[in-house]
């Protein structure tokens, strides 16, 4: 199996958390005010399990659930900033760079 497998599974559950947090957002902010909003967050959300399961095929569970932590937080934080136009300090991006060293290294097998 390729060495990458880890980063598209833990990928794969980042891109439902923005999915996820980006149309609870629009709720949030009555961009979108439909009422079937939250239920269709919450059905996206469901299909986390099934991929951190098979995810687990690659990777354990300690190392894929950090990968997905911290890329989720990456993405979501760049959505807030790019789409939503949410402000961070110098610190936070500081530590938005570290997490991407974090994820790079997280995923490194060395057995």
């Known amino acids: 199996m390729p060495l990458y497998y880890q980063y598209l599974y ?12 980006s149309l609870l957002k629009l709720k949030y902010t009555h961009i979108i005010q ?3 909003l939250i ?4 059905l996206a959300y469901s299909f986390q399990p099934l991929l951190f399961y098979n995810g687990l095929l690659f ?9 997905w932590n911290v890329i989720s937080s990456v993405l979501v934080t760049l959505i807030g900033l ?4 949410e402000k961070i ?5 500081v530590g938005i760079v570290f997490s991407f060293i974090g994820i790079i290294l997280l995923g490194i097998k060395d057995d």
């Open 10 to 21: 833990a990928l794969s559950m980042a891109s439902i958390d923005i999915i996820t947090f």
């Open 34 to 36: 439909s009422a079937w």
């Open 39 to 42: 239920p269709l967050a919450m």
């Open 59 to 67: 990777e354990n569970m300690s190392i894929l659930n950090l990968l």
């Open 82 to 85: 790019l789409i939503f136009n």
């Open 89 to 93: 300090s110098m610190y936070q991006g």
